[in-house]
């Protein structure tokens, strides 16, 4: 799934090129797409694109009279569409421009996760927005140690995770943030310490800035597996910093990524779901 770094440099393409042209026309292609039915996109018609922002992982698309929230999910994608095909493969949505390419809306596979809100500004109090915590690139080192205690013996990485404590995070940056901080990413949040909480903080700022980075020299968005990583989707690979090898706790629908010599003390977690993990 996109997280904050690729949906953010997706936002700042976005507002590029189609910031100041005017909406003239919006379709829903899927039954599943639109989440709202007030007020309506007509709402928007008329009115030029003032920009593209986020918030935690969804895009914000703000016409001024109305705004688009936008939830990629996993294999949600939202590319030009010069095409303009009847039945676009996966197709959901479609916006279109006075003198600028539509824009469409597409979702890849079966989970028909990803949607699209219509909200009256100001965008930022829209009830689909209200359950997210802080910015995670945002966070205060004092509200880091609020989320931490609150979570008591929450694993890392979950909290990591969870977007109603931290906007933004998902697996990949878990799995690097906790690898840059040199914590396992079961370790019970409650137990970390100043000095762990102190590279959580600083690993968190980084992993995220190194990934907009990296992001900001790609001219479109790419999968999770090609992205910037030191552990995620590395395993059997040789550490970057210690050169052992790394390791995963495979899940059903994900893996958590890990150096046993940088993060749990050389213990080898074992791989399934019913473990004791580290704590």
Request: one cysteine or more.
């Amino acid at each position: 799934m996109p997280e904050l770094p690729e949906v953010r440099v997706h936002a700042e393409r976005l507002t590029a090129d189609y910031a100041g042209h005017t909406l003239t026309g919006f379709t829903a292609l899927s039954f599943t797409a639109l989440k709202t039915y007030a007020p309506s996109p007509e709402t928007a018609f008329g009115q030029e694109l003032v920009g593209v922002t986020t918030r935690g992982k969804y895009l914000v698309m703000d016409f001024g009279t109305a705004a688009f929230i936008v939830h990629l999910m996993q294999g949600g994608r939202l590319a030009p569409d010069p095409k303009l095909s009847k039945k676009p493969r996966g197709g959901l949505c479609r916006w279109r421009f006075d003198g600028r390419d539509a824009l469409l809306f597409t979702e890849a596979g079966t989970e028909h996760k990803a949607g699209v809100w219509v909200v009256e500004p100001p965008a930022s109090e829209a009830e689909v927005l209200a359950h997210l915590g802080p910015e995670a690139d945002q966070v205060s080192r004092c509200d880091l140690d609020r989320i931490l205690d609150e979570a008591k013996g929450a694993r890392l990485h979950g909290v990591l995770r969870d977007q109603h404590r931290l906007a933004g995070l998902g697996r990949r940056l878990a799995n690097e943030i906790c690898w840059t901080a040199n914590l396992s990413p079961f370790a019970a949040c409650s137990k970390i310490d100043g000095d762990g909480r102190d590279r959580l903080h600083e690993a968190i700022g980084s992993c995220i800035a190194d990934s907009i980075e990296d992001e900001r020299a790609r001219d479109h968005m790419v999968k999770s597996a090609q992205r910037l990583a030191h552990v995620h989707h590395r395993k059997g690979e040789a550490c970057d910093r210690c050169g052992d090898v790394i390791r995963e706790v495979s899940y059903n629908a994900y893996q958590v990524d890990y150096c046993a010599s940088c993060q749990t003390n050389g213990k080898v977690l074992a791989d399934n779901t019913t473990s004791k993990f580290l704590k």
